[in-house]
């Protein structure tokens, strides 16, 4: 009997990595995108452990127009998941001797302006640099990824920036700006495009044969999926007319992933050490000595208590999303094709399902959303109701409107984005499906009023009461007319309509403004515009504040 369970166990550890996915866990992991069809957009998945792809689907159409499957062999544009191949670029670079991360940018490109404070390689790796993003540049300038983005026009917008969203080193924020100049800088100092510098480096010797930077809006790809939004009948072709590498570009499949997956464990890149990995996985750091958040490319973070390296990526109708588990050896790609898809969520979902055996922290969220270990207490309304109120952060200009719905508290960021918050404590609260040890702590104020601090992510950012502000017809009035913004090189027209302030460029509406504050409105699409006063009391200006672009600057003629 003990030969036979013997015999057993062995036959058991000798079955290929695929009995490692149960037919459960597979009809589980296809359950989760159901709502793909033959009539819609959908997804290709990988489960890779132990670097084997131990499942991969496709689900829904890759083209919709041709009745073309989506299958792991699908090609997706993979949008800001491109940048640890670029970053990958920089190091061979480095490795090679050809630059090192702490040269400052105009060694490479010398036409590029220079600042109060100096900008090297590094600032720009870890978004830390201060450089206004150029695809928030390009919208607010009245243009969009479907226009034909021209990569001289993007970098010569860059260069008229007077200045930076805040001193390098000071603060972490996004910017595509910086990764869309790492390839140009990868491109000058190897004296070959990057996707002549990407197969040569990194995707021939990792026999990535479906895998390139797209450099040339006319070029075919093979196995394309196209990307699609919702619309009012159907789906919408969302097609782009855009080369732009760097800080996205990168065109691969699922099974392509499997191979870059493979090397952050046994690297073949370059001299073939792992020092090429370690680095990539590290963290930079902020002037005060502090996280920036954001490595190579990627991102480190946990999930219900794992070690977690990702990254996301979004454009027109693609939606990406890579993440290792590197001390399970597990790692998910899911490349969707529709502008209304979450890929994280259905990432982690997978993750739920795979490898819940390993989670050091409960979960009370369902598939796909990252836990929070807490315990909620329970408040009258009438407790919740004294925080109710309108709050604003100055530093990064985020107003929040908080009042208690259906007996619960909630919060409108910006007045749209909606939050539930949990208590945890008498004035401490939790967000619902934030990342974990997100937290809302009130403090008395002014006037018996409260404040309150916000911390995530190892950041605190403080919010104050404010009494929002109306406007009269005639208020208003004074405010209209004609803006011109050097920076951009447009004007932005100020009309009113309704008995509301809205914003044009020509004959096109931008965007509707609210007022918050004296002399602050939100704008129902661009961020917040903040005007500026001469001594008469006439607005001589105003400065806009629209997410990863700080204090652009438009003058009245």
Known sequence: MRKIILSVIFILLSLPISAQITSDQKVKIDALFKDANENTPGAAIGVIKDGKMIYSNGYGMADLEHDVKLSPKSVFYMASVSKQFVTMAVLLLEEQGKLSLDDEVQKHLPDFPRY??????????????????????????????YDHVDKEAIYEMIKRQKELNFKPGEKYLYSNSCYFMLA???????????????????????????????????????????????GKDGFRNLIMRYDLVGSGGLYSNVEDMLLWDQNFYNNKLGKGTPDLITKMNTDGKLNNGKSAGYAFGVQNG???????????????????????????????????????????????AIADIMIYGDYKASSQVDYGQRSDVFEPINLSGEELAKYSGSYWNNDDMESWGVFVKNGKLVAYVNGSIEIEMIPVGTNEFAGKNLPPGTRIKFEKADRGRHSFIFTQGGGSYNFAPYDPATYSAKELEKLSGTYFSEELNVNYELK????????????????????????????????????????????????????????LRFNRP
């Not at 699409?525 to 504040?545: H, N, Q």
């Open 184 to 230: 140009m800088m990868i491109e000058k100092i190897s004296g070959m495009s990057i996707r002549e510098f990407a197969e040569k480096n990194m995707f021939a010797p990792l026999v990535m044969k479906n895998t390139h930077f797209h450099d040339d809006q006319y070029h075919i790809v093979k196995n394309r999926a196209f990307s699609y939004a919702p």
């Open 496 to 551: 009113i309509e309704s008995g509301k302030l809205n914003l044009y460029i020509a004959d096109n509406k931008m965007s509707g403004l609210t007022p918050i504050m004296k002399n602050i409105f939100r704008g129902d699409e661009i961020g917040f515009v903040t005007f500026e006063m001469d001594e008469s009391g006439a607005p001589s200006g105003f400065k806009l504040d629209a997410g990863r672009v700080r204090n």
């Open 116 to 145: 109060d404070s100096p900008l090297t390689i590094r600032h720009f790796i870890h978004h830390t640099s201060g450089v206004r993003d150029n695809l928030t540049l390009w919208n607010l300038a009245g243009r969009d990824i």
């Open 302 to 348: 946990t999930y219900k208590g794992l070690k977690t390296v990702s990254h996301s990526g979004a454009l027109a109708g693609y939606r990406t999303h890579y993440v290792r588990f590197p001390d399970q050896n597990f790692s998910v790609v899911v490349l969707g094709n529709t502008a209304n898809f979450r890929p994280e969520q259905k990432s982690y």
